[in-house]
């Protein structure tokens, strides 16, 4: 269930790969909601890439994950995705390897994205997020 302010909304998605698209659908209605679908693009493949890092990288196997939660931020003209998960590692960026199946998500958020970054949740876990002019 979504918590839908005038320039905020969260949603707690559950440890299942069918969670990017639904991601994606609950990012591209808010856009639209709060008028901002001229980033559509960019923002549907970053929430894309972090669902799926969260999914990927979050603590234990595919049954034992937690859910991991998604929260959208527009204030003074620009737009906030953030996931959470409960993995305390924090994501590093390294070069790209063009060669390999998996590696380039983080790559791609730099990319679709102004800035990115990561920071410690309490009690546990981590929000990465990413921020669009």
């Known amino acids: 269930m979504a918590q839908v302010g005038h320039t905020c909304a969260r ?7 069918r969670s990017v698209k ?7 209605a808010v856009l639209r909601e709060w008028d901002l679908t001229r980033i559509h693009s960019n923002v549907e493949l970053v929430v894309s890439e972090l669902v799926t890092n969260a ?20 204030r003074d003209g620009q737009f906030v995705c953030a996931v959470r998960d409960t993995s305390d590692v924090l994501p590093a960026a390294r070069e790209p390897d063009f060669m390999s199946e ?6 791609l958020v730099a990319c679709f994205s102004d800035r990115w970054g990561a920071v410690p949740s309490v009690p546990c876990g ?4 990413a921020l669009f002019s």
């Open 102 to 107: 998996s590696g380039r998500g983080l790559h």
């Open 11 to 17: 949603w707690h998605l559950e440890a299942d790969l």
């Open 55 to 74: 999914l990927r990288h979050a603590g234990g196997s595919q049954d034992s994950r937690e859910d991991i939660e998604l929260s959208v931020l527009s």
């Open 126 to 129: 981590k929000f990465v997020w």
């Open 22 to 28: 639904i991601a994606r659908e609950l990012t591209l």
